[in-house]
């Protein structure tokens, strides 16, 4: 049970990617604070998480790309829990339009949920967790090799890997580690939603498709002690797909 007497926070908990880490986690004995936009979705995963054996598990309403609303559910989570040990910064956002077409709301849109969100964790992080906690941050093969119409959605997952090495670097000094997970085709709405692969001008082979608890799987190791010499690391997961490129 590597997350017993542990506190979590996963961003984007209630859906997907951030639900699975979230349930890992807590069925590891973690308390989990899932953090998102839907009250509904965040309480029925919490719900979801405690079913699957978490001591305990937190539903908060965050808007990640604001600075106030991350203070407060830390905050609130210490208030709750009295430690923070790890954060997930899993609350991401995807659109699909040519790079011409983009106006300025399109761009901070996509940054302020997909790399704003994790800067601001990790500086309260870095404010208010002690030696031995975790930043994970879950970027994208984007960020290495990406398709046409996700400009922003690529530079953003780039910028993400970027803050994680600086984070890896200041925080060492804090006994604080960051890592990030780069997920290859993951079977969520997201996937199946993107217009590349809805016109066949993407074509995945199901082999190449992963499940969102590989995902969980990754982000676990790194979040917790077995990974305590791990930090400033970039961990494909993508079933080898980058490989074969």
């Not at 995902?215 to 917790?224: E, G, K, P, R």
């Amino acid at each position: 049970m590597r997350f017993t007497d542990k506190v979590v926070i996963v961003t984007g908990g209630g859906s997907g990617i951030g639900l699975a880490c979230s349930l890992r986690i807590g069925s590891e004995g973690g308390r989990v604070v899932l953090a998102g936009l839907d009250a509904g979705r965040v309480g029925r995963g919490a719900d979801a998480v405690r079913a699957a054996g978490a001591p305990d598990a937190l539903g908060v309403v965050c808007d990640v790309g604001v600075e106030a609303d991350v203070v407060r559910t830390v905050d609130d989570t210490l208030a709750r829990f009295g430690r923070l040990d790890a954060v997930v910064n899993n609350a991401g956002m995807m659109i699909f339009k040519p790079l011409e077409e983009h106006v300025e709301a399109d761009l901070l849109g996509v940054l302020r949920v997909d790399f704003f969100g994790a800067f601001w964790f990790t500086k309260q992080a870095f404010l208010k967790c002690g030696p031995g906690a975790s930043i994970v941050n879950v970027s994208s093969i984007h960020a290495v090799e990406t398709t046409p119409l996700v400009a922003a959605y690529a530079a953003a997952k780039a910028a993400l890997v970027s803050l994680t090495r600086s984070a890896s670097i200041e925080g060492k000094a804090k006994g604080i580690r960051a890592n990030a997970v780069l997920p290859g085709a993951i079977e969520t709405p997201m996937l199946r939603e993107n217009p590349n692969v809805k016109s066949g001008a993407e074509v995945l082979d199901p082999a190449d498709i992963g499940q969102p608890e590989d995902i969980a799987a990754a982000v676990a190791w790194l979040a917790s002690d077995d990974a305590a010499f791990v930090t400033g690391a970039e961990l494909r997961v993508d079933g080898g797909r980058l490989a074969k490129l």
